[in-house]
């Protein structure tokens, strides 16, 4: 079985408060994962430890649905989900610290056992999980930068 454990930094010109409120906000999510197509919270909101959200995705090929529980939420600091239901246990955690400058550097983590691509080794799939996170990084980046350009920030 394949053990995935990718972690990807980005540093976004904006403030963390900004940052953190629109990455951790399931609303936002297909705005700039390019790979998910549909959010649905299944508990009502806003979002906060015990919350549930369902996605659906296309990855390596596939499409997957799959429901996340949010175990964690440190507003500003930290926020970790977990795969309450679908084809892999996964937990995904985002921190953030600001930079030096204003900024912030935002960490993106994946960690699971995708046994439902048990046909790729798990090299592949961190690839593939890296690459993934890294455009989907720069699209965050990309917009909230653009946003706050067009704000005069």
């Known amino acids: 079985m394949a053990r995935v454990d990718v972690s990807s930094t980005i540093t ?18 297909t705005r700039w994962y390019k790979n998910i197509t549909s959010v649905e919270w299944e508990t009502t909101g806003p979002v906060r430890p015990g919350s549930r959200v369902a996605f659906v995705a296309h990855f390596l090929g596939r499409r997957l649905a799959y429901t996340y529980e949010v175990r964690e939420l440190e507003p500003s600091r930290r926020f970790v989900m977990s795969t309450a239901q679908g084809p892999f246990p996964m937990e995904t955690t985002y921190s953030w610290e600001d930079t030096a400058d204003g900024g912030t550097r935002m960490t993106l983590r994946n ?3 995708p046994s439902g691509f048990s046909g790729l080794g798990a090299p ?11 455009k989907d990084l720069l699209a965050l980046k990309d917009l909230l930068e653009a946003e706050g350009a067009r704000h005069g920030q």
């Open 111 to 113: 960690r699971g056992e």
């Open 12 to 29: 976004i010109q904006r403030p963390r408060a900004e940052v953190a409120a629109f990455a951790s906000d399931p609303d936002n999510a």
């Open 124 to 134: 592949v799939m961190s690839a593939a999980v890296r690459r993934a996170n890294h």
